[in-house]
């Protein structure tokens, strides 16, 4: 299994510009999360889904914007970049809605908007 | 709401050392707690867990007990290598809340010298 993977690992736009973080999954997990991570303020959830067709907002969802189509993909749009987004985006997933399950975590995408 | 206070780095400690990372929470009811350990470059990934209290986590030779009474989770290791080098967060996922939504701490990085 490749776990949780995420394209690109770096990426950099200008403000205004528009795009979308890639987020997969082959394990089966029914839930998904995005998370950004900013020096001294850990990681903050933005969107999460409980299934395929269900999303909802987490604690900093503004600006972005998420769909899920399927179980295995969770894409993350941006769309109309500002310098604020710039920041590490982290995919994770978990197997069920059990408290006590762990989340797997991507690698990570990197992005910079000037 | 829920909300997780580590304590902050950087922490830097020799080889073989004693290391302790405080964690405290405030949530209700029942929450799973996690130590969650990031190595440079990398994605997040669970380093131990607790899903009751006076449960204890342990894993590569670190622990953490659930503390209710002190609503606490401190992580610590006996004697840490250099290897153990890399950000360490807290988090917990709330009794309501399940595993798609963790609430991390700031994240404590610790240097492991020769």
């Known amino acids: 299994n490749a776990g949780v993977t995420q394209t690109p690992k770096f990426q950099v736009l200008k403000t205004g510009q528009s795009m979308t973080l890639q987020c997969a999954q082959d394990?089966?997990?029914?839930?998904m999360s995005w998370y950004r991570q900013d020096p001294g303020m850990g990681l903050r959830l933005i969107h999460y889904?409980?299934?395929?067709?269900?999303?909802d907002q987490g604690e900093v969802p503004n600006g972005y914007n998420v769909s899920r189509s399927t179980t295995e993909d969770f894409p993350l749009r941006l769309l109309s970049a500002a310098p604020s987004q710039t920041s590490v985006y982290f995919c994770?997933?978990?197997?069920?809605?059990?408290?006590?399950?762990?989340?797997?975590f991507g690698p990570g995408t990197r992005l910079t908007v000037l | 709401g829920n909300s997780v206070t580590q304590m902050e780095g950087p922490v830097t400690l020799s080889e073989e050392a004693f290391l302790t990372i405080n964690c405290t929470y405030t949530a209700t009811g029942y929450p799973s707690l996690f130590w969650y350990v990031q190595y440079p470059g990398e994605g997040l990934q669970l380093l131990l867990k607790a899903t009751k209290a006076d449960d204890k986590g342990s894993n590569k030779g670190f622990e953490a007990t659930y503390r209710k009474e002190t609503t606490s989770f401190h992580l610590e290791k006996g004697s840490v290598q250099v290897s153990d080098s890399a950000v360490y967060f807290c988090?917990?996922?709330?009794?309501?809340?399940?595993?798609?939504?963790?609430?991390f701490g700031k994240g404590t990085k610790l240097t492991v010298n020769p």
């Open positions: 394990m089966n997990h029914e839930y």
């Open positions: 994770a997933s978990s197997y069920r809605r059990d408290s006590g399950r762990e989340q797997f």
């Open positions: 889904s409980v299934g395929a067709g269900i999303t």
């Open positions: 988090a917990l996922s709330g009794e309501k809340g399940g595993s798609e939504k963790l609430v």
